[in-house]
Antibody
Framework: QVQLQESGPGLVKPSQTLSLTCTVSGDSVSSADHYWSWIRQPAGKGLEWIGRIYTSGSVNDNPSLMGRVTMSLDAAKNQFSLRLTFVTAADTAVYYC????????????WGQGTLVTVSS | EIVLTQSPATLSLSPGERATLSCRASESVSRNLAWYQQKPGQPPRLLISDAFKRATGIPDRFSGSGSGTDFTLTISSLEPEDFAVYYCQQRTNWPRTFGQGTKVEV
């Protein structure tokens, strides 16, 4: 079955760059049927969509993040990645990668999530 | 951006009872609305897409309805495993947005 797994540092210093990778198994990041997304959730709060990337490399991201988001895709490793620059404590959250299924029109497969804490 | 407002914030019910959750959009999202269930320490799970289509493996006690700005998720008879937080999410406009969640508690 399709599985997604986030990986990356759990602690990032303020003003530095948060980098996460999502490894996909059971599907291909080169698939034309899906986008690949990042969503985050601060402790005890709701869900915030960060952005998505398509097999073509096209990226859509949330304007609330003020252009701090970069996403990339590595077909050879079947991974996609997130970079969030100039982080602050407000970026502390559980970060999820998710499959945005075009046919279904929703996020149908999610990773387990990884906690990233921004602190000096 | 489209704001999704869920009500109530908390729903206190017993197993076997019917749960009715509301999601209201600040502008029309047509039928481009999904519902998710989230339990503590777990990622969200897709329940409903396109306002009323149950996702694979979702029991038929879960149903979705509505279009435009007003949507409802109904759980016909609560099972113990249904006590969780439920989120709605729209895909009509950028950015994709979620409601703030409704907690269904015992």
């Amino acid at each position: 079955q399709v599985q997604l797994q986030e990986s990356g540092p759990g602690l990032v210093k303020p003003s530095q760059t948060l980098s996460l990778t999502c490894t996909v198994s059971g599907d291909s990041v080169s698939s034309a049927d899906h986008y690949w997304s990042w969503i985050r959730q601060p402790a005890g709060k709701g869900l915030e969509w960060i952005g998505r990337i398509y097999t073509s490399g096209s990226v859509n991201d949330n304007p609330s993040l003020m252009g701090r988001v970069t996403m990339s895709l590595d077909a050879a490793k079947n991974q996609f990645s997130l970079r969030l620059t100039f982080v602050t404590a407000a970026d502390t959250a559980v970060y999820y990668c998710a499959r945005d299924n075009i046919r279904v029109g929703a996020f149908d497969i999610w990773g387990q999530g990884t906690l990233v804490t921004v602190s000096s | 951006e489209i704001v999704l407002t869920q009500s109530p914030a908390t729903l206190s019910l017993s197993p076997g009872e019917r749960a009715t959750l509301s999601c209201r959009a600040s502008e029309s999202v047509s039928r481009n609305l999904a519902w998710y269930q989230q339990k503590p320490g777990q990622p969200p799970r897709l329940l409903i897409s396109d306002a009323f289509k149950r996702a694979t493996g979702i029991p038929d006690r879960f149903s979705g309805s509505g279009s435009g700005t007003d949507f409802t998720l109904t759980i016909s008879s609560l099972e113990p495993e249904d006590f969780a937080v439920y989120y709605c999410q729209q895909r009509t406009n950028w950015p994709r947005t979620f409601g703030q969640g409704t907690k269904v508690e015992v």
